[in-house]
């Protein structure tokens, strides 16, 4: 996926994307705020996942040299 990794929440950011830009401008707006809303969600657990299998290496190597 564009900006990211994929994810259950960007797959469904992109899907919800999707259906709002083919709805009733009314409903529309609605579906593409969730979908977006979906995809930073999604951004944001794979940042967090990074981050901490980051930390684990660090405590790792560290345990390592003891």
Do not use: C, I, V, Y
């Given at each position: 996926?564009?900006?990211?990794?994929?994810t259950l929440k960007n797959a469904q950011g992109v899907m919800y994307s999707a259906v709002g830009s083919v709805l009733l401008a009314s409903t529309s707006d609605r579906w593409d705020?969730?979908?977006q809303t979906l995809?930073?969600?999604?951004k944001a657990e794979v940042q967090a996942a990074k981050d901490?299998?980051?930390r684990e290496a660090?405590?790792?190597?560290?345990?390592?040299?003891?």
């Open positions: 996926m564009a900006g990211g990794e994929p705020e969730d979908g995809q930073k969600e999604g901490k299998a980051a660090t405590s790792d190597a560290a345990k390592a040299k003891s």
